[in-house]
C-alpha cells in the first residue's frame, strides 16, 4: 500500500518534466521520422502529400553534397575527439602535478570555455585569414608569422587546409571542459593509490599506465561519449571559422547539420518530385540513427574496458 | 635486519608559520626479525614514524639505518620495504593476482639476475681483479652515499636558516646582505663537499681501474665471443622453421644449453628464463602463505575485509622486503576478524622471519602479538620494552593509563614519610619511597589489584555488578577516586557484594603504583 502511494507521488513530480518532453522531445522527434518517409511534405501547409516512401532517403544518399558533408562531419569526430581527449588528459595530469600556480594555470585553460564559440570561431578566420587581391588587406597573424601567403580559410582555400584549421579550432574549444573534468577526476583518486605505486617501486609511466587511466577511466568514458555526440552535431566551428561574413556557407564545407539547417531552409519539390524539407529530416534522422549506433558502441567497448 | 632509529625529528610547517612537531628526538632500534608495535594516542607521531621508516616521509632531522646502511636519503623503492596501508590501497581494478604481481613486475628482475650472473662469471674468470674492481664498486656507491647524504644534511640547515632569518625583522638592505653570504657559504659548503669527494675517491680507487677494467672485459670477451657466433647460426636455423615461433626463447635455450661454455653458462640462463612464470608462481607462493590462494581472479571490491588485509600483506611481502612495515592494520576489521588476523599477521611474521614495525592505537592488539612495544606520546617515547613488563612496571602516569583494560582506577592521596595514605588510611608502603612527603599524590590501581578484606584500609561504595562473559566485574565509588566510577574484577568467590553496602578492600602491592601528581613521574 505504502508503496502505491509512494509511486503516485513520484508520478506526480514527473509529470511536468514528461509534459514538457512529450511537447519538445517526442512530438518533434516523431514528426520529423514521418517526415522524412512522406516526400511530399509541404512545409507551408503542413501537409504530408501522398507518397509515404524512401524517396527522401535515396535523394540524400544521391547528393554528393550529403555525402561529402557526412565526410566532413566525420573527419572532425574522428579527429578531434581522440586528440582533444589525450591532449586534455596529458595537460590535466602535468596541472594536477604541479602545486604553484595550478589555480592560475587552470584558469588560463578554462578561458576558451566561458568565451563565445563563434566569436572566437570569427578570430580564428582573421587570424587565418588571407587578402584575395594582393596588397589590399594585409596577411592574417598566421602568415604573418610564417612568412607565408596560404589561403586557409578563404573561398580559396584547399580541402586539407580549412579542414585543418577547424580542427585546430574544434581541438582548441574542447580542450577546457575536458581538463576540468580531468582535473575532477584526478583530485578524485585517493592519494594511497600513489603511494602504494611509489613503495612498488612503479616507474612514472607505469604509474600512467596502470594506475591513474585505469582509475580515471570512468571519467574518460563519460568525456568520450558525450564528446563524441558533440562533434556528430558540429556546425557553428565550421561556420565561423571558414565561413564568410555575410554569406551562406560554401556547400563543399557543410557537416551533417549544415546540409540539414540549409534544406529546411528551402519550400516546395525538387526535380524528383521530393520536398527539399523531407530531405533535410532525412538527413537529421540518417544523424540520428548515426549517432546512436556510435553511442551504443561506445557504452559497449566501455562496459568492457573500464574497470569497475 | 635490524631498524635504527637515531635522533629522528619531523616538523610540518604550515603556510601561516604553525610548527608541529610531529616526532620528536626519535631514539630506538628495532632487532632483526622482531614484532615491535609502535603505539599511542592518535597524533601521537606512531604513523609519522612510520611513514619515515617507509621513505614516504623524510625526517627534518635525524638517521634512518638498516642495518648498518644509512637509508635516510633513499626513496621507497630503493629502501626494500613492504608497507600494508591502513585501508590497504589495493589497486582496485586489478585483480588479487595481479595486484599482488604488481611490484614484482616493477622489479626488472630479469636485468638484475643478468647483472648477477655476469659479476659471478667475472668474479670465476679473473678472480684476483674482478674482486678488486667490485670491491670498488660497492666502495664509491656508499660514498657516493654519504656524501649525497651530507649535502642533504646541510641544504636542510641552509633553509632552516633561511627559515630563521625571514623571522628576525630587521631592515630590507641587512636581510639581503645575511641572505647573500649565507647562500655563498652554503655553496662554499658545497665545492669543499665536491672537492673532498673527488680526493676520497681517488684514495679508494686502484691505480689501475681502467686497465682492469678492459682486462675483465676483454676476458670475457674471449670466452663469449665464439659461443655468440654460435648462437647467431643457430638462431638464424631456429627462425627458419615455424615451429619454433613460438615460444623461441626456450626452444633456443634447450637448443644452446648443450654448447654454452660453462663460465657463462649462468648469465645465459639468466636471459632465457621465463620470468613471468616465474613470477606468477611466487605470487601464487605468496598468496597460499597468507590463504588467498582460491581468490585469485577476484577483485578486491569482491573480498571481504580479512581477505583484502591479507592480499594487501602479501603483496607487500611479495618482493621479499627486508621490512615490513604495518600502518594499523586491523582497524578496518570487526572484533572477531580482527582477533584472527592478528594471529595471521604474527604466524606470517614468525614464518619468514621479517622484521615487522606495527603501529596501533589499540593496547590490547599491541600487546597481545608484538615481541616489543613501542608507547609513544607527543611524538615521543614514552616507554618501550616488553609488553607484560612495560604493564607490570609503567614507567609513568601515561603509561599505567594507557595499557590495560578495564582502564587503572587513580585515587588522589597523599605522601607522609614512606605511607601513601587516602583519606588519612595507609593504603601502601614501599622502601622506595622511605623520607619522602608530598602533599599530593595518584595511586593507580589496577583492576585486578584488590583483593577482599574485612581489615582493608579502603572502603569502596559498590554501585552494580557488571558481567560481560566470563568478566565480573564491580563498579564501585570512592569519594577520592579521579572519575566518578571505579571498575574491580572480582574472582568468583567474591560474588557476596550487596549494593549500598560497602565494602573493605586491601591493595595489592604489585599492582599499586604511585604517581606524582603534576609531573605524572611514577615514585613507587
Known amino acids: 500500500m505504502l508503496d502505491h502511494k509512494r509511486d503516485l507521488k513520484a508520478w506526480l513530480y514527473l509529470i511536468l518534466p514528461l509534459f514538457l518532453l512529450t511537447i519538445f522531445t517526442f512530438y518533434p522527434l516523431i514528426k520529423t521520422f514521418l517526415i522524412s518517409l512522406f516526400s511530399e511534405y509541404n512545409a507551408l501547409t503542413d501537409d504530408f502529400g501522398r507518397y509515404f516512401d524512401f524517396y527522401a532517403y535515396t535523394a540524400i544518399f544521391n547528393d554528393r553534397f550529403f555525402t561529402n558533408a557526412l565526410t566532413n562531419t566525420l573527419v572532425i569526430v574522428f579527429v578531434s575527439v581522440p586528440v582533444s581527449t589525450v591532449l586534455a588528459l596529458l595537460i590535466a595530469v602535468s596541472l594536477n602535478s604541479i602545486k604553484p600556480l595550478q589555480k592560475i594555470f587552470q584558469t588560463i585553460f578554462f578561458i576558451p570555455y566561458v568565451t563565445n564559440a563563434l566569436a572566437i570561431g570569427m578570430v580564428f578566420n582573421v587570424m587565418f585569414s588571407h587578402p584575395l587581391v594582393g596588397g589590399v588587406a594585409a596577411e592574417g597573424l598566421i602568415n604573418t608569422l610564417f612568412q607565408t601567403a596560404i589561403d586557409w580559410v578563404g573561398p580559396t582555400a584547399t580541402v586539407e587546409r580549412w579542414r585543418t584549421v577547424v580542427l585546430i579550432y574544434t581541438i582548441w574549444s574542447a580542450l577546457p571542459f575536458k581538463i576540468l573534468v580531468f582535473i575532477g577526476g584526478l583530485q578524485n583518486i585517493s592519494k594511497q593509490y600513489y603511494d602504494a605505486a611509489k613503495i612498488d617501486a612503479a616507474p612514472k609511466w607505469k604509474v600512467m599506465t596502470r594506475i591513474t587511466i585505469p582509475l580515471l577511466s570512468p571519467i574518460i568514458s563519460y568525456i568520450l561519449i558525450t564528446s563524441f555526440i558533440g562533434s556528430f552535431k558540429a556546425y557553428e566551428s565550421v561556420l565561423s571559422v571558414v565561413g564568410t561574413v555575410g554569406r551562406s556557407l560554401d556547400r563543399n564545407r557543410w557537416t551533417a547539420v549544415a546540409y540539414v539547417y540549409d534544406k529546411i531552409g528551402i519550400s516546395g519539390l525538387d526535380i524528383n518530385n521530393v520536398s527539399y524539407y523531407s530531405r533535410g529530416a532525412a538527413a537529421a534522422v540518417v544523424l540520428f540513427f548515426i549517432i546512436m549506433i556510435f553511442t551504443f558502441l561506445n557504452l559497449y567497448i566501455s562496459k568492457k574496458t573500464v574497470h569497475y | ?524
Not at chain 2, 13 to 23: C, D, G, L, Q, Y
Not at chain 2, 305 to 333: F, M, T, W, Y
Not at chain 2, 389 to 416: C, E, I, M, R, W
Not at chain 2, 474 to 503: E, G, W, Y
Request: glycine share 4%; hydrophobic share 40%.
Open chain 2, 1 to 524: 635486519m635490524e631498524v635504527r632509529l637515531e635522533n629522528l625529528t619531523k616538523v610540518f610547517e604550515s603556510k601561516n608559520a604553525a610548527r608541529t612537531i610531529a616526532v620528536n628526538q626519535f631514539n630506538f632500534t628495532i632487532p632483526d626479525g622482531k614484532l615491535v608495535g609502535l603505539l599511542g594516542p592518535s597524533g601521537c607521531g606512531k604513523s609519522t614514524t612510520l611513514y619515515m621508516i617507509s621513505g614516504l616521509l623524510y625526517p627534518t632531522h635525524g638517521r634512518i639505518f638498516f642495518g648498518d646502511e644509512d637509508v635516510t636519503e633513499l626513496s621507497p623503492e630503493q629502501r626494500g620495504i613492504g608497507l600494508v596501508f591502513q585501508n590497504y590501497a589495493l589497486y582496485p581494478h586489478m585483480t588479487v593476482k595481479k595486484n599482488i604481481l604488481f611490484p614484482l613486475e616493477n622489479m626488472n628482475l630479469k636485468k638484475k639476475a643478468i647483472e648477477d650472473a655476469i659479476k659471478s662469471a667475472h668474479l670465476s674468470i679473473l678472480p684476483k681483479e674482478a674482486k678488486s674492481y667490485y670491491q670498488f664498486v660497492k666502495e664509491s656507491t656508499s660514498l657516493k652515499n654519504k656524501y649525497k647524504r651530507l649535502e642533504s644534511e646541510a641544504k636542510a640547515v641552509y633553509q632552516s636558516k633561511i627559515i630563521d632569518l625571514s623571522k628576525i625583522k630587521q631592515n630590507q638592505e641587512k636581510n639581503t646582505k645575511s641572505l647573500a653570504s649565507l647562500r655563498q657559504s652554503f655553496q662554499e659548503q658545497l665545492k669543499q663537499f665536491k672537492l673532498s669527494f673527488e680526493k676520497e675517491l681517488q684514495k679508494i680507487s686502484p691505480e689501475n681501474l681502467q686497465t682492469m677494467v678492459s682486462k675483465i672485459n676483454h676476458a670475457y670477451a674471449l670466452i663469449e665471443k665464439p659461443y655468440q657466433q654460435q648462437k647467431q647460426k643457430l638462431m638464424l636455423k631456429l627462425l627458419l622453421n615455424p615451429i619454433h615461433w613460438l615460444n623461441f626463447n626456450s626452444h633456443l635455450w634447450n637448443a644452446l644449453k648443450t654448447m654454452v661454455p660453462e663460465t657463462i653458462k649462468a648469465v645465459e640462463e639468466a636471459r632465457y628464463k621465463d620470468y613471468r612464470k616465474l613470477m606468477n608462481d611466487e605470487a601464487i607462493a605468496m598468496a597460499k602463505l597468507v590463504g588467498i590462494e582460491d581468490q585469485l581472479h577476484k577483485k578486491p571490491a569482491q573480498l571481504s575485509g580479512g581477505q583484502q588485509q591479507r592480499v594487501a600483506i602479501a603483496r607487500a611481502l611479495v618482493k621479499k622486503p627486508k621490512v615490513l612495515l604495518l600502518d594499523e592494520p586491523l582497524s578496518n576489521l570487526d572484533a572477531r576478524l580482527r582477533l584472527q588476523t592478528r594471529e595471521e599477521i604474527k604466524r606470517i611474521q614468525k614464518e619468514i622471519g621479517i622484521t615487522t614495525v606495527f603501529v596501533t592505537h589499540d593496547q590490547e592488539e599491541a600487546m597481545s602479538i608484538s615481541d616489543e612495544i613501542v608507547l609513544m606520546n607527543f611524538g615521543a617515547e614514552q616507554q618501550k620494552g616488553n609488553p607484560q613488563d612495560v604493564y607490570n612496571q609503567p614507567a609513568n602516569l601515561f603509561v599505567a593509563k594507557f595499557l590495560g583494560t578495564p582502564q587503572l582506577n587513580l585515587y588522589q592521596g597523599s605522601l607522609k614519610s614512606g605511607k601513601v595514605m587516602i583519606q588519612d588510611q595507609v593504603v601502601f608502603e614501599a622502601s622506595a619511597l622511605k623520607n619522602k612527603t608530598m602533599d599530593e599524590v595518584l595511586i593507580g590501581v589496577r583492576p585486578e589489584g584488590y583483593e577482599m578484606d574485612e581489615k582493608g584500609t579502603l572502603t569502596l561504595q559498590p554501585q552494580f555488578i557488571e558481567m560481560i562473559g566470563r568478566d565480573v566485574s564491580l563498579v564501585a565509588s570512592h569519594p577520592q577516586a579521579q572519575t566518578p566510577s571505579i571498575r574491580i574484577i572480582l574472582n568468583s568467590d567474591d560474588f557476596a557484594v550487596k549494593p549500598n553496602q560497602s565494602i573493605k578492600v586491601k591493595l595489592k602491592p604489585h599492582k599499586t603504583f604511585i604517581f606524582e601528581k603534576s609531573t605524572g613521574r611514577r615514585l613507587a
